[in-house]
């Protein structure tokens, strides 16, 4: 890497200055979670559906919610109250390298275990097939055990996709059509044109509402911080015409970067419990397909990390052009290529170029913008995840544009990054 090293030595990377994106802080107070919870799973679409003796499994992803455990052991004590026996089941499709203990291990992270939910989670990757798909005839497939449950109990986030734009994105339609699914069900709504993917998830999710026992959902909304924002209590026969309504509001929400472009972005982690594609194109302007788009516009975009929580799944690397050797040498293809081969993005495997560490990685990305407005005040952006944007870095070139916008503002003057001996951040 010499060689390398000698083409880009002499690239500066430019003064960066701390500033704070202001987002709506407006959020359920964690001490009122629980309550709020409860109230939404007595309204009577639900409540009147549960009663005592029914084995009533409890859906959950592979998606980062916060409060995410005691979200859960709210539901679970809530249906012991009534009588049923609960229990938990993943849906999480491919995720955790198609395996049992890939997808209970990810749920362990999240705090949902035997041992802190008082059931059993179930994690097996058997699935069956339920009916035919209700416009194509196509076979539908469902977790085994909760196919053999006396009800099933949706969870999870309502939110943007990030491949594609339709009536439902990522929440209880998609959680039904390809969570459920397990590695099977997913691939085969993914073996099909990504063009259509939001008639599939419709068109699966409404054949499933019709064959099995799904007695309803909780859908979470997140505020940009991750906070929780909203829950709602759906029955079954609400989901339809609900979840598009919970889409629409997720979309004002979310957390994005409040500038239109850049030169470098600099993502300093990635990882499935940030976003099913690493790191969220919603935020980053990389998209997997052409069905979808938005985000800032970057001519380069670096990635130097992986999360701990994606237990080596890399997943959307390929949507950066730059990399470090540490993410690489993270990196487990064994839990990495089956999400590819179920989604068919072949393309968010494949490895940007390797760094040896994060300096270097900056330097090539700043010295490779042949498009710069400005190749004497280049234009960067580092920000610690696609998650979590109130607190961010920006280069001295963008100073003009962050004074003029109310909602930046700025916390410091320019100083250099730090880089380590090895030549990392810290």
Same mark, same amino acid.
């Given at each position: 890497?010499e060689?390398? +090293?000698d083409?880009i030595?002499?690239?500066p990377?430019?003064?960066?200055?701390?500033?704070?994106?202001?987002?709506?802080?407006?959020?359920i107070?964690?001490?009122?979670?629980?309550?709020?919870?409860?109230?939404?799973?007595?309204?009577?679409?639900?409540?009147?559906?549960?009663?005592?003796?029914m084995?009533?499994?409890?859906t959950c992803?592979s998606?980062?919610i916060?409060?995410?455990a005691?979200?859960?052991?709210?539901?679970?004590?809530?249906?012991?109250?009534?009588?049923?026996?609960?229990?938990?089941v993943?849906a /999480?499709?491919?995720?955790?390298?198609?395996t049992?203990?890939?997808?209970?291990?990810?749920?362990?992270?999240?705090?949902?275990?035997?041992?802190?939910?008082?059931?059993?989670v179930?994690?097996?990757?058997?699935?069956?097939?339920?009916?035919?798909?209700?416009?194509?005839?196509?076979?539908?497939?469902l977790?085994?055990?909760?196919?053999?449950?006396?009800?099933?109990?949706?969870?999870?986030?309502?939110?943007?996709?990030?491949?594609?734009?339709?009536?439902y994105?990522?929440g209880?339609?998609?959680? /039904?059509?390809?969570g459920?699914?397990?590695?099977?069900?997913?691939?085969?709504i993914?073996?099909?044109?990504?063009?259509? /993917?939001h008639?599939?998830?419709?068109?699966?999710?409404?054949?499933?509402?019709?064959n099995?026992p799904v007695?309803?959902?909780?859908?979470v909304?997140e505020?940009?911080f991750?906070?929780?924002w909203?829950?709602?209590?759906?029955?079954?026969?609400?989901?339809?015409?609900?979840?598009?309504?919970?889409?629409?509001?997720?979309?004002e929400?979310i957390?994005?970067?409040?500038?239109?472009?850049?030169?470098?972005?600099?993502?300093d982690?990635?990882?499935?419990?940030?976003?099913?594609?690493g790191?969220?194109?919603?935020?980053?302007?990389?998209?997997?397909?052409?069905?979808r788009?938005?985000?800032?516009?970057?001519?380069?975009?670096?990635?130097l990390?992986l999360?701990?929580?994606t237990?080596?799944n890399?997943?959307?690397?390929?949507l950066?052009?730059?990399?470090?050797?540490?993410?690489?040498?993270? +990196?487990?293809?064994?839990?990495?290529?089956p999400?590819?081969?179920?989604? +068919?993005?072949?393309?968010?495997?494949?490895?940007p /170029?390797?760094?040896?560490?994060?300096?270097?990685?900056?330097?090539l990305?700043?010295?490779?913008?042949?498009?710069?407005?400005?190749q004497?005040?280049?234009?960067?952006?580092?920000i610690?995840?696609?998650?979590?944007?109130?607190?961010?870095?920006?280069?001295?070139?963008?100073?003009?544009?962050?004074?003029?916008n109310?909602?930046?503002?700025?916390?410091?003057?320019?100083?250099?990054?730090?880089?380590?001996?090895?030549?990392?951040?810290?």
């Amino acid at each position: 890497m010499e060689t390398v +090293t000698d083409l880009i030595k002499n690239t500066p990377i430019p003064k960066m200055v701390r500033v704070r994106q202001k987002y709506d802080h407006i959020c359920i107070p964690v001490e009122k979670i629980p309550e709020k919870l409860r109230e939404q799973l007595n309204r009577p679409p639900l409540l009147e559906k549960i009663r005592p003796g029914m084995r009533i499994a409890i859906t959950c992803g592979s998606r980062g919610i916060n409060h995410y455990a005691s979200m859960v052991r709210t539901m679970v004590d809530f249906i012991k109250e009534r009588g049923a026996v609960p229990f938990i089941v993943a849906a /999480m499709g491919s995720h955790g390298g198609a395996t049992e203990s890939g997808q209970r291990q990810i749920l362990k992270d999240y705090g949902v275990s035997y041992e802190t939910m008082g059931c059993p989670v179930l994690c097996q990757m058997d699935s069956v097939e339920i009916g035919r798909s209700l416009v194509r005839n196509q076979p539908v497939f469902l977790d085994k055990n909760a196919a053999g449950a006396d009800g099933i109990l949706l969870f999870n986030r309502i939110k943007p996709h990030t491949s594609y734009t339709g009536r439902y994105e990522s929440g209880l339609m998609k959680m /039904m059509a390809i969570g459920l699914g397990k590695q099977k069900g997913a691939e085969s709504i993914h073996s099909q044109s990504p063009a259509i /993917m939001h008639e599939l998830i419709e068109e699966y999710g409404r054949t499933i509402l019709q064959n099995c026992p799904v007695l309803g959902g909780v859908a979470v909304i997140e505020n940009a911080f991750d906070e929780t924002w909203s829950l709602t209590g759906l029955g079954a026969e609400e989901i339809v015409d609900e979840e598009p309504k919970l889409r629409d509001k997720s979309y004002e929400t979310i957390a994005r970067l409040l500038f239109d472009r850049c030169d470098v972005l600099v993502v300093d982690k990635i990882g499935k419990n940030i976003s099913g594609d690493g790191m969220d194109p919603n935020v980053t302007g990389r998209f997997c397909t052409k069905y979808r788009s938005g985000g800032i516009q970057a001519e380069k975009v670096v990635i130097l990390d992986l999360t701990d929580e994606t237990h080596g799944n890399a997943q959307g690397v390929g949507l950066a052009d730059v990399t470090t050797r540490r993410l690489f040498q993270k +990196t487990k293809l064994e839990m990495t290529y089956p999400t590819g081969i179920t989604n +068919t993005f072949l393309h968010l495997m494949k490895i940007p /170029m390797i760094m040896d560490n994060d300096r270097e990685a900056l330097q090539l990305a700043l010295h490779c913008c042949p498009d710069a407005e400005d190749q004497d005040r280049l234009k960067m952006i580092r920000i610690p995840n696609t998650a979590h944007l109130e607190y961010i870095e920006i280069s001295e070139g963008m100073l003009g544009l962050a004074k003029n916008n109310p909602q930046i503002e700025i916390l410091s003057g320019p100083y250099d990054l730090n880089f380590d001996v090895e030549g990392n951040l810290w």
